[in-house]
């Protein structure tokens, strides 16, 4: 069973939650956020050239140019690159572990596995890193549907 429900970032942009339902012990969910938007990458682009092309003016250096062009170029690819997400997934199977993977802009996928037997509870530390920025709401919905695989997974262990 597939569903799909919007929620808001903290900055008040679009989230997309898919859940995704394989057994009463495994499921997954995929927070999509929304893509670089071209207007302010176009708004950051001509503010650092417009300051770079007046102090051009001023010195009469062409130094400030390269390096203002270089600047962008290079900040633009370690925020593509080590910032911003495009989608975070979250698959959780009560028998085998955690999985948590992070999709970055620039196609980079960053994916952590925590054994099961490792796992005494869930902490959702979106605060910490707050890659996604999803709203509580967001996150109470994750973290209502984890603590019920745990909690599956307690209840089968204890009968074994």
């Not at 390096?67 to 900040?75: K, V």
């Not at 890193?129 to 994750?142: F, G, H, N, T, W």
Request: net charge neutral; aromatic share 8%.
């Amino acid at each position: 069973m597939e569903d799909e429900q919007s929620f808001s970032d903290i900055s008040g942009g679009r989230l997309s939650l898919q859940r995704r339902y394989y057994t009463q012990s495994c499921r997954e969910f995929c927070l999509n956020c929304p893509r670089l938007s071209l207007r302010s990458l176009t708004a950051v682009t001509c503010t650092v050239w417009l300051v770079a092309y007046g102090l051009f003016a001023l010195c009469e250096n062409s130094m400030i140019l390269s390096s203002a062009i270089f600047i962008t170029l290079i900040g633009l690819l370690g925020y593509l690159h080590f910032v911003k997400i495009d989608q975070e997934t979250l698959l959780i199977i009560d028998s085998l572990g955690i999985q948590m993977t992070s999709s970055y802009a620039s196609g980079k996928e960053s994916t952590t596995f925590i054994e099961m037997g490792k796992v005494k509870d869930i902490v959702i530390n979106e605060a910490i890193y707050m890659s996604a920025k999803p709203r509580l709401d967001c996150l109470i919905e994750v973290y209502r549907s984890c603590q019920e695989v745990l909690a599956n997974q307690k209840a089968t262990s204890t009968r074994s």
